[in-house]
Every structure is written in C-alpha cells, then in structure tokens.
C-alpha cells in the first residue's frame, strides 16, 4: 500500500530517530491493520498558490492507495519576529538580519539556550510578529488541494489538523480558551484556529473526506517540546502523534473496506 503524506518539516527532523517520526509510527499501525507493506512517501509542504498544481504532480507520480493531508498551524499562527523585521525593513536590510536571526534559531545548542528563549519571547513582545501566509490563503489552497485529491478516483483522503487540542464541549466550546488566555492570544492564536481549521473540517464534511483533529489538550510531556525549539516534537511527542495519525489512517482504511 502507497500512503502519499503532506507533511510538515517534523517529518524529516534528523533530531527524531526515524522509528520514532510520527508518519513512521502511523504507518506501522496501517501495515498491521491491512496485512501488508506500507510505503510512505514525504512531502514537506507550504500552503503557496503553486501547492494545487504540486500536488497533482505527485499523485501522478506516486500513486498512492492514500492521501494524508496536515492542516499546519504554525502557517497562519506562529508570529515570526523574522519575518516581522524583514517586512518592516524591506527586502535588503531586513531579510539579512532576518535570515541571521533563523540561521541562529536553526543551530540546536543555541535553540535550546534558555536565554535565548527568553529573548525570543521578549522580541515577540517589543517587535511583533508576523505570520508565513494569511489565514484566507491557508483555506483556499487547502481547499483546492483538497478537492484536486477527492477528485482522484479510488485514492482515499484522511485530513488532520494540527492547531490546538479543542474542546468539544458543546455550547461550552471556546469557553476556556477565551477566559483563561490572555485577550491578545484569543483574538490571535484561537480565532484563527477556529476559523482556519473549522472551514476546512466543514469542507471535509461536504465531501465526506475523513477529518481528525488533534483531540484533548496534550499536557507539556506528551508534546515534548522542551528538549527542542518549542516549536519541533521530540521523540516522545512524534511516537504520540504518530499512533494518533495511526489510528486515523486504520479507521479510514476500514471505513473504505466496509463500503466496497
């Protein structure tokens, strides 16, 4: 079986030992509940207007028997103080002192720096940031991406998104997030999580493509992030997620097998 994965860049983080990646973990648990092989191929993607016409490419190229599709928060939600700088202080200054500051933030043993952190969370502070693409393109190249996968007959689609745990607590929903955030954070973070991530699980309802999200709140442990980047999973934070992706991608495969 042929599993296409569009992915983020946890995939392919050499810190994991590949056993332990999420899309390894996930396709172990598929193998074992089809009985056969599993060949997973990674895509590491961005949500650019050229994504739609990618992503026909590879599945003419790969054919896979499934499509599993991240919805990733860090597109329309993390503030890069970088990214900030560099559209502050246009494309010569500021993108030389941008491209410093993630050539810093890319070398481990100064990621994991505690002053580093803090100085970090003080630039988010003073400066600002900036998200990598709009909320508003986010959905509508998920959206066409999307529908060019459901298109492919006989392919299955599983979508995920990665925001957040929610809290499905009916007419209660949002309530936590909104009084126990500071103001800021709501109108930032989980608004356009709610927006962004609730648009395309209705999407995937219309087209009874299969969605999961990322369930109960993770406590810090099972994210794992603090031997990192804060942003990057650990081991321990990828096997979570993977068997969750698992779990996903079986009940899918099932679900497929029981209508044919």
């Not at 860049?9 to 172990?28: C, H, I, K, L, Y």
């Not at 499509?67 to 030389?96: C, D, H, M, N, Q």
């Not at 993770?218 to 992706?245: C, F, I, M, S």
């Amino acid at each position: 079986m042929r599993v296409l994965r569009l992915g983020n860049s946890d995939d392919t983080n050499e810190g994991v030992p590949e056993s332990a990646r999420a899309w390894f973990v996930a396709q172990q648990c598929l193998a074992e509940a089809c009985g056969e092989p599993v060949e997973t191929a990674l895509k590491a993607i961005w949500p650019g207007r050229e994504l739609p016409g990618l992503v026909d490419e590879w599945l003419d190229r790969h054919d896979p028997d499934i499509v599993f599709l991240k919805i990733t928060w860090y597109w329309y939600a993390y503030e890069s103080v970088p990214l900030r700088i560099e559209r502050l202080l246009g494309p010569i200054l500021g993108k030389r002192i941008a491209n410093a500051s993630l050539k810093a933030a890319e070398r481990p043993r100064l990621a994991r720096n505690r002053l580093f952190k803090l100085g970090r969370r003080a630039a988010h502070r003073l400066i600002d940031g900036d998200t990598p693409f709009d909320s508003r393109q986010v959905m509508e190249v998920m959206e066409a991406c999307v529908r060019r996968v459901v298109a492919r007959e006989g392919v299955l689609l599983v979508v995920k998104g990665t925001g957040d745990g929610r809290r499905a607590d009916g007419p209660l929903a949002g309530y936590f997030d909104r009084f126990t955030r500071r103001r800021i954070e709501f109108d930032r973070f989980t608004r356009r999580r709610i927006e962004v991530e609730g648009t395309i699980e209705r999407l995937c309802g219309d087209l009874h493509v299969p969605y999961v999200g990322t369930g109960r709140r993770k406590t810090d442990e099972e994210k794992d992030l603090g031997g990192g980047d804060g942003v990057h999973r650990g081991a321990r934070g990828q096997r979570n997620v993977g068997l969750q992706e698992g779990e996903a991608l079986v009940a899918a495969y099932t679900a497929s097998r029981q209508v044919v």
